[in-house]
């Protein structure tokens, strides 16, 4: 499960993302309009820039803009950068149990869901995400 600044991180970009690069956009109206609370999307935003996501300009008609092209950056990239990587068990070391033949099973299919879903969301740029909100489907882009 990702936390909720992560989620709020995910909503500023996406909204970011639907305005035209050429202008930036004030944190007022991505708290305004995301529906996340104004200071905690100050610092968000601050650790986004940082991460090299989005890009600020200073001034009356300052605000932030994405760094890159929506199509360029993926929801994984995004939440690894904030989660780390996806893990649905913890490690040997953190667990009770031993490693038998039924932990070694359970892990092998676990881990291989982690990859699927890793995949899947390295998969998924902003710009995909964008067009579902719009057409309302659940369809998954081809991976190739």
């Known amino acids: 499960m990702i936390t909720q600044y992560t989620r709020y991180a ?34 968000i935003l601050v650790d986004l820039k940082r991460r090299g996501f989005v890009i600020s300009t200073r001034g009356k008609r300052g605000g932030y803009r994405l760094a890159r092209p929506p199509e360029q950056i993926a929801f ?11 893990v649905l068990l913890p490690t040997n070391g953190d667990m009770e149990g031993g490693d038998d033949q039924e932990e070694q099973a359970l892990r ?3 881990g291989d869901v982690e990859a699927q879903v890793t995949a899947m969301l390295a998969a998924v740029s902003l710009t995909d995400a964008m067009k579902r909100s719009k057409s309302g489907t659940d369809a998954t882009p081809d991976p190739e």
């Not at 202008?23 to 996340?36: L, Q």
């Not at 994984?76 to 996806?86: D, K, V």
């Open 10 to 43: 995910l909503k500023a970009l996406l909204y970011v993302a639907r305005r035209p690069r050429e202008h930036p956009v004030s944190v007022a109206e991505i708290a305004e309009n995301a529906n996340v609370p104004r200071k905690f999307l100050e610092t």
């Open 76 to 86: 994984g990239e995004i939440i690894r950068q904030f989660e780390g990587s996806l």
């Open 108 to 110: 092998r299919v676990i």
